[in-house]
């Protein structure tokens, strides 16, 4: 299976809220959950799911990755991504968002919701 590579966003310590700024890509490995364990302003969005699946849709391989996000983030600073427009060429939006439904299907309302829309909302300042 190929490796997830992310794009992960720091700030300096000392400014907490500063925005935050790609920095360098690691792997989506215990190296990625340790940063989000240890850094509470890192947000992770969960994208392009065919990009990295041996499976078709619902890409049901990915379901550790998930949990191991979801373990070192929480779900409110974990968010869906579409990945539009190259996802149309890869089963689609529809596909992308029930694979996400489904990764999150054991998971309390209050998580889907943040992972489907709340976390962006809140961390974009969006309405």
Do not use: I, Y
Not at 61 to 88: E, H, K, N
Request: charged content about 25%.
């Amino acid at each position: 299976m190929a490796s997830t590579r992310c794009h992960v966003a720091s700030t300096p310590s000392t400014r907490p809220h500063e925005s935050l700024r790609v920095s360098r890509r690691v792997r989506f490995t215990q190296e990625l959950c340790a940063l989000g364990r240890k850094h509470k302003n890192l947000h992770l969005k969960l994208s392009a799911h065919f990009r990295v699946s041996s499976q078709e849709a619902p890409h049901s391989d990915l379901q550790p990755r998930f949990d191991a996000a979801v373990d070192a983030f929480g779900a409110d600073r974990l968010m869906w991504g579409s990945d539009f427009p190259f996802v149309q060429l890869n089963g689609g939006q529809k596909a992308s968002l029930e694979a996400v439904r489904g990764f999150s299907r054991n998971l309390p309302k209050a998580a889907q919701d943040a992972l489907l829309g709340g976390t962006a909302r809140r961390l974009f300042r969006l309405p």
